[in-house]
Nanobody, 125 residues
Framework: EVQLVESGGGLVQAGGSLRLSCAASGFTLDDYAIGWFRQFPGAEREAVSCISSSTGVTDYADSVKGRFTISSDNAKNTVYLQMDSLKPEDTAIYHC??????????????????WGQGTQVTVSS
């Protein structure tokens, strides 16, 4: 059974940092690209970042470039999203997704195969 389980969300003040984790099971990161989406309170979704562990390709939304860093640990079958310099507008539910791709882009992650349940990130001003 394929599962994506996110963790690491929480409440943080503006300017602070959080590290999200996405633990994958039922498949290996070599076969799939992993991405992060966020869903805002009004239900709008934004693709934030993605990574292919097999090629090292990463991509970021303009809204998070220079502040967020995506990485992977194949031994743990886990992808991380380090979020620094957080802003109140980063408040959202963060979901990880998986798609079969070795050269992912933010745009291509919308064609995902699997979606995790999400973890809440709240940034106070």
């Amino acid at each position: 059974e394929v599962q994506l389980v996110e963790s690491g969300g929480g409440l943080v003040q503006a300017g602070g940092s959080l590290r999200l984790s996405c633990a994958a099971s039922g498949f290996t990161l070599d076969d799939y690209a992993i991405g992060w989406f966020r869903q805002f309170p009004g239900a709008e979704r934004e693709a934030v970042s993605c990574i292919s562990s097999s090629t090292g390709v990463t991509d970021y939304a303009d809204s998070v470039k220079g502040r967020f860093t995506i990485s992977s640990d194949n031994a743990k079958n886990t992808v991380y999203l380090q979020m620094d310099s957080l802003k109140p507008e980063d408040t959202a539910i963060y979901h990880c997704v998986a798609t079969r791709s070795r050269f992912p882009t933010i745009a291509s992650m919308w064609d995902y195969d699997y979606w995790g349940q999400g973890t809440q990130v709240t940034v106070s001003s």
